[in-house]
């Protein structure tokens, strides 16, 4: 007497399907079928269908751009220890000269005071100015066009300041040296910044750096359309 396997019979023309699975009749779920990858909804943000999970493979001009980003908010930091010391020696000098002018002695305690004042703020204000060159470099680094914008318009703003200024020294007649009075190390840090600013702003509106920008747009929009 033979036992009577229901899977068996099941399917008498052909293999049973694994246990779980459903038969789509021919050309019916064929393409679900096939799909392996993850669905929209899987996908982390910033990411579409056909993009590495990873993300958009940032170019080297977007890196060297976010560096020389960081090196224009760092590099005025060296000089702020110079730029003290030349200020409270030259305001030193100024106070003596007046009180020999005016035959009264300077009140006691009055440089340092100053120092007291001077010396907090202006590290924070450089520690400010630092952080907002390091917010604008997160931003360049991770493909904000609006990040790449502002910087852009703040570099031509800069520019034109330089040039101004530079015109209105050759227009009057004023020479060099009464407008760098001070040591030339203290100015170095700061110029040196400044090149690295516009140099930045420059290499992120290179070819390579605007397809990156335009892809992660793309994965943005992609990623908002998918949620």
């Known amino acids: 007497m033979t036992q009577h396997n229901p899977q068996a019979g099941a399917h008498p023309h052909g293999p049973a399907y694994p246990q779980g699975t459903e038969q789509h009749p021919a050309g019916v779920g064929a393409q679900s079928d096939a799909y392996q990858g993850p669905w929209p909804s899987q996908l982390p943000s910033g990411t579409f269908p056909g993009m590495p999970s990873s993300g958009v493979q940032r170019p080297a001009s977007v890196t060297v751009s976010f560096w020389l980003m960081i090196a224009t908010g760092v590099l ?14 030259y305001m030193r000098e100024i106070f003596i000269q007046a009180s020999a002018m005016s035959g009264q002695p300077l009140p006691p305690g009055l440089i340092e005071q100053i120092t007291a004042s001077m010396v907090p703020g202006m590290w924070i204000s450089s520690l400010v100015q630092t952080g907002m060159y390091v917010l604008l470099a997160l931003g360049i680094r991770a493909g904000m066009n609006w990040v790449r914008i502002v ?20 227009g009057f007649g004023i020479p060099l040296g009464m407008v760098f009075a001070g040591p030339v190390l203290m100015y170095v840090p700061s110029y040196a910044a400044s090149a690295c600013f516009f140099a930045s702003v ?6 390579s750096a605007n397809a990156y920008f335009a892809a992660r747009r793309a994965a943005r929009i992609g990623a908002s359309f998918m949620r």
């Open 76 to 89: 005025p930091l060296i000089a702020v220890p110079l730029v003290l010391e030349w200020m409270l020696e």
């Open 151 to 170: 910087a852009t318009i703040f570099a031509s703003l800069v520019l034109l300041s330089l040039l101004g200024s530079l015109a209105l020294l050759i």
């Open 202 to 207: 420059v290499v992120a509106w290179l070819p």
